[in-house]
C-alpha cells in the first residue's frame, strides 16, 4: 500500500524530503495557498470544525480516514497514484515507446498550459462558490460543499506540483499566476468561460457538481492517458474525488426536484406559481438553470475543430477518455468524425478529420453520460406522478465556443432568427426574476437533521452517520 506521509509538512507520497530544493520552493507557495484561502475560500468559515474525509493512501480503499478538522487545517498534499512499472503510450504517434518520467523539451509548452489550464478551474471553483456556505439547506450539505472545496484546493496542488518540479522557473511563476486570477474579475479572469460566471445559489452549485464537475472527469480521465507519467498519475488520484462532486450534484438536483413534486402533489397543481408560494422550486425554473449550466460547460471542450486538440493526441499529451477500451488503432490518422455546421440558415453535419475533431469527440462522451443522470431524475418525477420531463438542451444552444458560437438556437433545436431569439431567451434561460426568487429561498439552516423547504432530505447520510449528524460544528 503506497501510504501518504503526514508528519511532513508537505503530505507527500512522492519522497519529497529527499528533493529538497522542490521541498523549499513549495514550502514557499504553501503560504501563499493559505493566504489565498483566507481571502477568497469559504466565506467566515475559519471556525467551522467539518466532518471531513482525507485520504491516507492512493489505493482504491485509502479514503479510510473521517473526523471533524477545521479546513484550514485541511492536509493538502501531492499524491500521486502508483505508476504502473513498465507503462506504455498507447495512442499517438509515440504509440509503443516507453511513457516520460521527465519532460521533453519539445512537449513543454503544450504541457505547461494543459497543466496551467487544468489548474486553473480548481480555485476558480471555489472561488465561485465561496458565499454558500452562508446560506446552506443544511449542516449535510454544507459539509459536502466544504468536502468538495478542500478537495479542489488539493486538485490545485496537484498540478502546482508538476509545475514547480518540471518547469522551473516559469513553472513557479505559472504556480504564483494560479492565485493571482480570480474568477469573474474583469482585469484577471480565470483562464476559461465557465469558470468567471457566477453560482450564486444552491440550485446552481448542484447544477454546477453535476455538469462542470463532470466536465473535471472527462477532461481528468483524458489526460490521465498522458505520455507524460507524472501527469497521468497526478489527474489518475484526482479523478476519485470526482466521483463525489458529481454525487452531490446529481443527489442534490433529485433532493430539490423531489421536494418540488411533493409540493405538486400536495396542491394539485403544477401552476409554478402556486409551486413557488408554497416555497419550492418550479419545474421550469429548474430547466432554464439546466440549459445554463449545460450549454456554459459544453463551451469547455474547446472549438469542435481545434488543431491543438489534433497535436495533444498525436504526441501523446492528451488521450480520449478510456483510450485503452477503444478498439481502433489509436493513431486515428485519416479516420473522419462529424460535427455540426450551420450553412444557409440549416444545421448540416459533416465530416472532418477524426484528430482535429477530437474536443467534439470528448464533449460527445460527456453528454451521453451528462443525459443518463437527467433520465434518472426523470424517472423520480414519474413515480411522483409528475408529467413534467426534463431534458438537456440541442448542443448548439447558447454556445460561445466554436463553430455553434454566434448562432441563435432553440432548446429543442430550431435556428432562430436574432429577433426570436430575444423574445424567447426568458422562457430559456434563469431570468432576473428567477434568480431573484431563488436567492429569496436560501436561508441558513443549521440545527442538524433540519433541511431547508425547498429540498428533500437526503436518503442516507455521509459515511453511514445519521442524517442528523453535527456534520459541522461551529467554533
Ligand atoms: N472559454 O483550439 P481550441 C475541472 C479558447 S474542469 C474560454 O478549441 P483547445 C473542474 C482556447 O483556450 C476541466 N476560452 O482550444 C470542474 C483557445 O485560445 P487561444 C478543466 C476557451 O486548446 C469543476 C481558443 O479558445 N480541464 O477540472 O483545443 C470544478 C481556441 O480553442 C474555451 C481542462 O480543460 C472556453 N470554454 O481546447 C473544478 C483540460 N474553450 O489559444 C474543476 C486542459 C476554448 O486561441 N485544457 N477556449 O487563445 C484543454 O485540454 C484545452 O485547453 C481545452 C481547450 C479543451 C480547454
Ligand atoms: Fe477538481
Ligand atoms: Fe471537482
Known amino acids: 500500500m503506497s501510504t501518504i506521509d503526514y508528519s511532513e509538512k508537505i503530505p507527500n507520497n512522492v519522497n519529497l524530503g529527499e528533493d529538497r530544493t522542490l521541498q523549499r520552493a513549495l514550502e514557499g507557495w504553501q503560504p501563499h495557498f493559505i493566504d489565498w484561502w483566507d481571502d477568497m475560500g469559504p466565506a467566515s468559515s475559519s471556525q467551522h470544525e467539518v466532518y471531513l474525509r482525507t485520504a491516507v493512501s492512493v489505493e482504491p480503499d485509502g479514503w479510510a480516514r473521517f473526523g471533524h478538522v477545521k479546513m484550514r487545517d485541511y492536509r493538502w498534499g501531492i499524491f500521486l497514484n502508483p505508476g504502473a512499472a ?91 499566476a494560479l492565485l493571482q486570477r480570480s474568477a469573474g474579475d474583469a482585469n484577471h479572469p480565470r483562464i476559461l468561460g465557465a469558470f ?26 483524458a489526460l490521465a492517458e498522458s505520455a507524460f507519467d507524472p501527469l497521468a498519475r497526478s489527474t489518475r488520484f484526482m479523478l476519485t474525488e470526482e466521483a463525489h462532486h458529481m454525487f452531490v450534484g446529481e443527489s442534490g438536483v433529485a433532493r430539490v426536484l423531489a421536494r418540488t413534486a411533493q409540493v405538486m402533489g400536495q396542491l394539485k397543481t403544477d401552476d409554478p406559481h402556486k409551486v413557488r408560494a408554497a ?31 489534433a497535436t495533444f493526441y498525436s504526441t501523446g499529451l492528451k488521450g480520449r477518455h478510456e483510450e485503452g477500451k477503444r478498439t481502433d488503432d489509436h493513431v486515428l490518422q485519416g479516420q473522419t ?79 432562430l432568427s436574432e429577433q426570436e431569439w430575444q423574445a424567447c431567451q426568458p422562457q430559456w434561460l434563469p431570468t432576473a426574476q428567477d434568480l431573484a426568487f431563488v436567492a429569496s429561498l436560501m436561508g441558513r439552516v443549521v440545527e442538524p437533521g433540519r433541511f431547508a423547504g425547498w429540498i428533500a432530505p437526503p436518503a442516507i447520510g455521509i459515511n453511514r452517520q445519521p442524517v442528523d449528524f453535527e456534520y459541522v460544528r461551529f467554533g
Open 86 to 176: 513498465e507503462r506504455e503510450i498507447h495512442f499517438g504517434d509515440h504509440k509503443g515507446e516507453k511513457v516520460w518520467q521527465d519532460l521533453p523539451g519539445e512537449h513543454r509548452a503544450n504541457l505547461r498550459r494543459i497543466i496551467v489550464t487544468q489548474g486553473d478551474t480548481e480555485p476558480a471553483s471555489v472561488e465561485q462558490q465561496r458565499h454558500l456556505g452562508l446560506t446552506a439547506p443544511s449542516l449535510y450539505d454544507l459539509r459536502n460543499l466544504f468536502q468538495i472545496n478542500v478537495e479542489e484546493g488539493r486538485h490545485l496542488w496537484a498540478m502546482v506540483y508538476l509545475l514547480h518540479k518540471h518547469f522551473g522557473r516559469d513553472g513557479r511563476e505559472e504556480a504564483q
Open 196 to 221: 468567471n460566471e457566477k453560482t450564486p445559489d444552491w440550485l446552481a452549485f448542484f447544477m454546477f457538481t453535476y455538469f462542470t464537475d463532470r466536465d473535471g472527469k472527462f477532461q481528468l480521465s
Open 279 to 309: 416555497g419550492a422550486i418550479d419545474l421550469g425554473t429548474v430547466q432554464r438553470y439546466l440549459n445554463f449550466h449545460y450549454s456554459v460547460t459544453i463551451d469547455l471542450f474547446g472549438a469542435d475543430q481545434s488543431s491543438n486538440a
Open 337 to 415: 468524425y462529424k460535427v455540426l455546421e450551420v450553412r444557409a440558415g440549416q444545421l448540416i453535419e459533416k465530416d472532418v478529420p477524426m484528430l482535429n475533431a477530437l474536443n467534439e469527440v470528448l464533449r460527445d462522451d460527456f453528454i451521453k453520460d451528462s443525459v443518463a443522470g437527467v433520465t434518472r431524475w426523470n424517472k423520480l418525477l414519474e413515480k411522483a406522478g409528475c408529467a413534467t420531463r426534463l431534458s438537456v438542451p440541442h448542443k448548439a444552444f447558447n454556445r460561445r465556443i466554436g463553430a455553434l458560437a454566434g448562432i441563435r438556437m432553440s432548446p429543442d433545436g430550431r435556428v
